[in-house]
């Protein structure tokens, strides 16, 4: 499966952002989906991730309450509502993919096979 990450730019703190992540090439509702991020200097980490049937959603600490992820199936698009954003959410996003990933290891990274091209978000204080 090929992923096209969208959505990124430049926003004030408080602020909200909505990516994108549209999924070609394969049937899109067997995968688990996930969104990481990784900032200059620091290591990939994990932001959300939902099972391929909708019902489990899981956040990263840092974003939990002020971030949701959903999918849209029919439109093969996972999405990533980021609100009242702040200067430490500057990062490129990444969405990735896998049909293998279990509940229990959602917000492995290692455990995804396919990635998105990554999205620039940048929060101004």
């Known amino acids: 499966v090929q992923l096209q990450a969208s959505g990124g730019g430049l926003v004030q703190a408080g602020g909200s952002l909505r990516l994108s992540c549209v999924a070609s090439?394969?049937?899109?509702?067997?995968?688990?989906v996930a969104w990481f991020r990784q900032a200059p200097g620091k290591e990939r980490e994990f932001v959300s991730a939902?099972?391929?049937?909708?019902?489990?959603?899981r956040y990263g600490d840092s974003v939990k309450g002020r971030f949701t992820i959903s999918r849209d199936n029919a439109k093969n698009t996972v999405f990533l509502q980021m609100s009242t954003l702040k200067p430490e959410d500057t990062a490129v996003y990444y969405c990735?993919?896998?049909?293998?990933?279990?509940?229990?290891?959602?917000?492995?990274?290692?455990?995804?096979?396919?990635w998105g091209q990554g999205t620039l978000v940048t929060v101004s204080s």
């Open positions: 990735a993919a896998d049909p293998g990933v279990i509940t229990s290891t959602i917000s492995v990274r290692s455990k995804y096979r396919y």
């Open positions: 090439g394969r049937t899109f509702s067997n995968y688990a």
């Open positions: 939902m099972d391929l049937n909708g019902v489990i959603r």
